[in-house]
């Protein structure tokens, strides 16, 4: 079984409407959880990470992620896009110091 | 504070040729991990070092090698380059010790395309 897997390879959604991007994991990775977007021709930047504690995490251009332990997800959340939000988010888990990535989601914003 | 630094942006190779990627960490990272990322998809771990050594390794084979020196920078060494080689090659540094462990930094990358 995989152990980051995201559920949607793209989500279309008009400009300014809410988006979630889906991501399970599996028992076999750590609960060190992170969210990586990679715009066009780029590298990957870190949105936002969950290492323990609260389990609403709040990272960059108005992302956030919530961390369920019962349903082993860790889904991404914004409120309302933007068309500069336009790119390929790839859901993360640290196992024994090695990152496993998810095969990406990429968000299509509408106009 | 300069972030993680790859070089050479891009480079275009031939079957067969050799190919050497080289990056530096961030600033007081003391760890080095490779990663590739074929087109369209998630990036795959190829080896880590620390202490100028091989510490793990994915599923790569011995074409793959690579280095890392005392300042902690590191080099990706590929050989026999094979067609399918071709992809974005990630460099990722982090610190080896408390909870900034759990956490890498990415480079931009280095494309490499073999013909």
């Known amino acids: 079984a995989q152990s980051v897997t995201q559920l949607d390879s793209q989500v279309p959604v008009f400009e300014e409407a809410p988006v979630e991007l889906r991501c399970n994991y599996s028992?076999?990775?750590?609960?060190?959880l992170f969210w990586y977007v990679q715009y066009p021709n780029q590298g990957l930047q870190l949105l936002l990470k969950?290492?323990?504690?609260?389990?609403l995490v709040k990272g960059i251009n108005g992302f956030e992620a919530e961390f369920n332990k019962s349903q082993t997800s860790f889904h991404l959340r914004k409120p309302s896009v933007h068309i500069s939000d336009t790119a390929e988010y790839f859901c993360?888990?640290?196992?024994?110091?090695?990152?496993?990535f998810g095969k990406g989601t990429r968000l299509h914003i509408l106009p | 504070d300069a972030g993680v630094t790859q070089s050479p942006t891009h480079l275009i190779k031939t079957r067969g040729q050799q190919v050497t990627l080289r990056c530096s960490p961030k600033?007081?990272?003391?760890?080095v991990s490779w990663y590739q990322q074929a087109l369209g998809q998630g990036p795959q771990f190829i080896f880590q070092?620390?202490?100028?050594?091989?510490?793990q390794r994915g599923n790569f084979p011995d074409r793959f090698s690579g280095h890392q020196f005392p300042n902690y920078s590191s080099e990706l060494n590929v050989n026999a380059l094979l067609l399918g080689d071709s992809a974005l090659y990630l460099c990722?540094?982090?610190?080896?010790?408390?909870?900034?462990?759990?956490?890498?930094?990415f480079g931009p990358g280095t494309r490499l395309t073999v013909t």
């Open positions: 990722a540094s982090s610190s080896r010790f408390g909870r900034a462990s759990y956490e890498q930094y």
């Open positions: 028992s076999s990775v750590s609960v060190y």
């Open positions: 969950y290492l323990s504690g609260s389990t």
């Open positions: 993360a888990a640290n196992r024994d110091d090695k990152i496993i």
């Open positions: 600033s007081g990272h003391d760890t």
């Open positions: 070092y620390y202490e100028e050594e091989e510490r």
